[in-house]
C-alpha cells in the first residue's frame, strides 16, 4: 500500500466535521476547495458533559438517495472528490454507517446523538466497525421510532443507559372509548395475614335502640375484618383512604370461607361511594361491581333499617322521608378530587333519637359546601336547634401557618400568567416586555439547533406545561389553562406504571376535559401551548423536567418547558402571628376565664378570617428561582434557566386554616374529630386549644357571650363577621 493510500485510510477513520453530513453534491460543486477545516468539538457547548457510548439508533428512512462525500486531510487542509466507489459514511457519535440513510435521516439521526448532550450521560468507546442496516422505513415511521431503545445485549434486555432513558419516553395513549372490564371471581379465598384492627376513628356508630348500636367505617379498608361492620365508605379515590382495597378484600368479606361464587344471591353491596370512585374501583382494581354501591350526589339515601338488613341495590332507596327508623347517606361534593365526597349521616333510632354525623373525608371549603341545601339548616344565622353532633374534619392543613389563597384565585392567575406570556411575545424584542423580563432570550444550546432552524417546516410552540399529579387530582388547574389559551389541548402520561390513567381521567365524565383530550403529545398545529399531566417527580427538579424534555425530543417542537408544582405546603401565612402562644393555666381558674386568656389568639383569627390572602404571578410565581438546588451539587449543570422553569404553586385540594375556620365558626357543630395529624400529643393538644378557640368565636357570634367581659374591639370583630368575608 503507497503512503497516499495509508494515509487515505487513516484519514477515513477520524470523527468528521457535523457540516459533511449537512452537505450535498450541489454544495460540494459550488466549493471545490476549503481554505482549513475547522473540527467541532462536540463536548463543548457549554453542558461540561459527556456523551453515552451507545445512543439510541432507531432512525429509519426511505430509500438511500446517492451522494458524493468528501476526504478530508486535515494536514493538507484540502478536499478530494471520492472515487466512483461510495465510501463508508458512519454517525460520528455512535460510529453506527450512515450509507443507506437518506440526507434528511442522516441529519436527524446527528441530532439525536448530540441532543444527549443536554441529558449528562457518559461516554465510552464506541465500535468502530461498520454496522449493516436493513433498509429504512418512511420518514413518517421513522420519527414515531425516533426514541424507541434499541440497545439491547444478548438475551434481548435493554443496557442500563437505555432503560433509564426509556422511563421518561411517552407511549400512544388511547383516547377511545375502553370496552367493559370482564371481572372473573377468584377460584378460592387464600387466608389473609394478619393486620391491625380498624382505628376508632374510622368507625362510625349510630345508636339503633336504647341497647344496641349500628356501626359502619369510613376509608378503612387496609384492617382486619370487624365481625359487626358491614357496609364500608369510601370518600374519594386517593391512595391514603383506599389503601388496602383488593379483588380478594370484597370476597373476603361477603363470602368468609365459602367459594359459591357463581350464586348471584350471595353478592351483598358493601362498598359505598360516589359513582365516578367506583368506577375507579374498579377500573384500577378490578373490583366487581356487584360489591359497589354507587350514590348520585345530594341524593340522600336509606341505606340500612334497624329492624331489616339490606343485601341488594334494591333495598337501598333514595327518600326524603326520614320518619322510618334507619340509618340514612346524602354524599356532598367534597371540592377535592373527581368523584370524592362528604358524607351526612342522619340516623333514626327505634325509639326517635336522631344523630347527625358529618364525614369529611378530604375536602377544600368553599361558598358551595357552606351553603349546601343539607348543611344550611345547621348554620348559625338559623334559630332552631338543629345542630351537627359529630364532625370528622380533614386537619390536613389545621395551622394558621397555611393560610394559603383560594383555589380559584390561583387557577385564574396562573391562567392568565401563561396568557400574558404568549402575548407578550409579540413584544419580544423590548427589554421591557413581561416574557424578555422573566424569560430572557432563548440560549443556543445545541449545536443541532442551527441545522434544526434551517430544516425545520413549522415555527415552535411556546410552551410545554408539565402539571405534576397523582393517580387523580390537579386537573382543575389544567382545565383552567386550557379554558384560559382556548385552542389549547392536553395530554395525559403513560410513563411510570400509569397506562391507565387516561381512562381513570375519561372517568370523570367531565365533558369539556374529554374534549380537549388527545393522544398527540405535540399538540395541534395551531395552539401555542400543550399541557402535560405528569407524575410529580417530573416536576420535582429541573433535572427530572430536562430528561423528560430531551428525551422525548420536545427542544424540536417547544421552545421552552415548564413545571408546575401544585402543592399547599408551599405557602407560608404572613398573617400567623400569635396563635401558637402558650397559655398558663392555674388549676382553679374556671374555664371561662381560661377562655379568656384566649381572647388574643381569637383576635387573631378573626384578622385571619377578615383578610383574604392575595396572588398574583407578579409577585408570588415569575419570581422564584428554578430548583438548581435539587440537582446534586457534585455534578456540573449549566441548564439554561431561560428553557426550563419549575413553579411550586399554593393549589391544594385540602382546606387552607382560613376555609377551616369559616367551616367550623358558621356551623353549629357539637364536637369536631380532627382525622389527621391525631399521632402524636401535641399536634393533638394544638389541634384543641384551635377548636377552643373556633367555638368561642361560634359562641360570640350566637350573642352567648354578651357581657361576659369581652373587649369592645374584639367583640365588635367578632360581630363584623360575616360569610360574605369567606
Not at 372 to 381: M, Q
Not at 421 to 445: C, M, P, R, Y
Request: hydrophobic share 30%.
Amino acid at each position: 500500500m503507497s503512503v497516499n493510500q495509508k494515509k487515505s485510510s487513516i484519514i477515513s477513520k477520524r470523527q468528521r466535521s457535523i457540516f459533511e453530513f449537512t452537505q450535498t453534491g450541489n454544495d460540494i460543486e459550488v466549493q471545490n476547495r476549503f481554505d482549513s477545516c475547522e473540527v467541532i468539538d462536540l463536548t463543548d457547548d457549554g453542558e461540561g458533559v459527556k456523551l453515552e457510548n451507545e445512543v439510541n439508533p432507531g432512525i429509519q428512512s426511505m430509500e438511500a438517495r446517492e451522494a458524493d462525500f468528501e476526504q478530508v486531510n486535515d494536514r493538507d487542509k484540502t478536499i478530494e472528490r471520492n472515487e466512483p466507489d461510495v465510501e463508508e459514511v458512519s454517525c460520528p457519535m455512535c460510529n453506527r454507517s450512515l450509507v443507506d440513510f437518506s440526507m434528511d435521516n442522516r441529519i436527524l439521526h446527528i441530532e439525536e446523538c448530540l441532543s444527549l448532550i443536554t441529558l449528562k450521560e457518559e461516554v465510552s468507546t464506541t465500535n468502530n466497525e461498520s454496522r449493516d442496516i436493513k433498509k429504512e422505513k418512511t420518514n413518517e415511521t421513522a420519527k414515531k421510532d425516533i426514541n424507541i431503545p434499541r440497545n439491547k445485549r444478548k438475551n434481548g434486555s435493554l443496557l442500563p443507559q437505555d432503560k433509564e432513558k426509556e422511563k421518561y419516553i411517552n407511549k400512544k395513549a388511547k383516547i377511545e372509548d375502553s370496552k367493559p372490564k370482564v371481572i372473573k371471581p377468584p377460584t378460592a379465598i387464600s387466608a389473609s395475614r394478619a393486620k391491625a384492627q380498624i382505628p376508632e376513628v374510622k368507625i362510625l356508630t349510630f345508636p339503633s335502640s336504647e341497647q344496641t348500636n349500628y356501626q359502619i367505617a369510613v376509608d378503612a379498608f387496609n384492617y382486619s375484618l370487624h365481625e359487626s361492620i358491614k357496609k364500608y365508605f369510601l370518600t374519594h379515590f386517593h391512595s391514603d383512604h383506599y389503601g388496602g382495597i383488593t379483588k380478594k378484600w370484597c370476597y373476603e368479606r361477603v363470602f368468609k370461607n365459602g367459594d359459591d361464587f357463581e350464586d348471584e344471591n350471595k353478592y351483598k353491596k358493601i362498598i359505598f361511594c360516589s359513582e365516578i370512585t367506583g368506577r375507579l374501583l374498579t377500573l384500577r382494581f378490578s373490583i366487581d361491581t356487584k360489591f359497589i354501591m354507587p350514590l348520585q350526589i345530594n341524593r340522600r339515601y336509606l341505606i340500612q333499617k334497624y329492624d331489616t338488613e339490606f343485601e341488594t341495590e334494591d333495598d337501598f332507596i333514595q327518600t326524603e322521608d326520614m320518619t322510618l327508623p334507619g340509618l340514612f347517606v346524602t354524599p356532598i361534593t367534597a371540592n377535592h378530587c373527581p368523584g370524592s365526597v362528604i358524607f351526612l349521616f342522619e340516623s333514626l333510632s327505634n325509639n326517635g333519637y336522631k344523630k347527625r354525623t358529618l364525614h369529611c373525608g378530604d375536602f377544600r371549603v368553599n361558598r358551595e359546601i357552606l351553603d349546601h341545601p343539607r348543611l344550611l339548616p345547621f348554620n348559625i344565622a338559623k334559630n332552631d336547634n338543629l345542630s351537627l353532633d359529630q364532625v370528622y374534619l380533614d386537619t390536613t392543613y389545621m395551622s394558621p401557618s397555611y393560610n394559603f389563597p383560594k383555589q380559584e384565585l390561583v387557577c385564574k392567575t396562573v391562567s392568565d400568567m401563561f396568557y400574558d406570556l404568549i402575548n407578550s411575545q409579540e413584544e419580544a424584542e423590548s427589554t421591557d416586555s413581561l416574557f424578555t423580563t422573566w424569560f430572557g432570550v432563548l440560549k443556543q444550546s445545541r449545536i443541532t439547533d442551527f441545522i434544526a432552524k434551517r430544516d425545520s417546516q413549522c415555527k415552535k410552540k411556546k410552551f410545554l406545561i408539565l402539571i405534576g399529579t397523582y393517580v387523580i387530582g390537579k386537573e382543575r388547574l389544567a382545565i383552567s389553562i386550557l379554558q384560559r389559551l382556548g385552542n389549547c389541548p392536553i395530554y395525559v402520561l403513560t410513563i411510570n406504571s400509569r397506562n391507565d390513567k387516561v381512562d381513570l381521567v375519561k372517568s370523570f365524565d367531565n365533558i369539556y376535559l374529554n374534549q380537549v383530550l388527545t393522544n398527540d403529545d405535540i399538540g395541534r398545529s395551531d395552539s401555542e401551548c400543550m399541557v402535560h399531566l405528569v407524575p410529580m417527580k417530573i416536576v420535582s427538579s429541573i433535572e427530572e423536567l430536562s430528561n423528560y424534555f430531551n428525551h422525548n425530543r420536545y427542544f424540536e417542537k417547544f421552545e421552552r418547558c415548564v413545571g408546575l408544582r401544585p402543592t399547599g405546603w408551599s405557602f407560608l401565612n404572613k398573617y400567623a402571628s400569635t396563635l401558637r402562644e402558650e397559655v398558663q393555666e392555674d388549676e382553679n381558674e374556671s374555664k371561662y376565664i381560661s377562655d379568656l386568656r384566649n381572647v388574643n389568639s381569637c383576635n387573631d383569627l378573626v384578622k385571619i378570617m377578615k383578610t383574604q390572602p392575595t396572588f398574583s404571578f407578579i409577585e408570588n410565581i415569575l419570581p422564584q428561582s428554578p430548583l438548581l438546588s435539587l440537582i446534586s451539587k457534585s455534578k456540573k449543570s449549566s441548564h439554561d434557566e431561560s428553557l426550563y422553569r419549575i413553579y411550586t404553586l399554593p393549589y391544594s385540594e385540602h382546606s387552607s386554616f382560613r376555609e377551616l375556620s369559616f367551616f367550623a365558626v358558621f356551623l353549629k357543630i357539637k364536637e369536631i374529630i380532627p382525622t389527621v395529624n391525631i399521632s402524636n400529643e401535641s399536634s393533638i393538644t394544638e389541634m384543641a386549644r384551635i377548636i377552643r378557640n373556633w367555638e368561642l368565636i361560634r359562641e360570640n357570634k350566637m350573642a352567648q357571650y354578651h357581657n361576659r367581659g369581652l373587649e369592645s374591639k374584639i367583640a365588635q370583630g367578632i360581630e363584623d363577621l360575616c360569610i360574605e368575608d369567606f
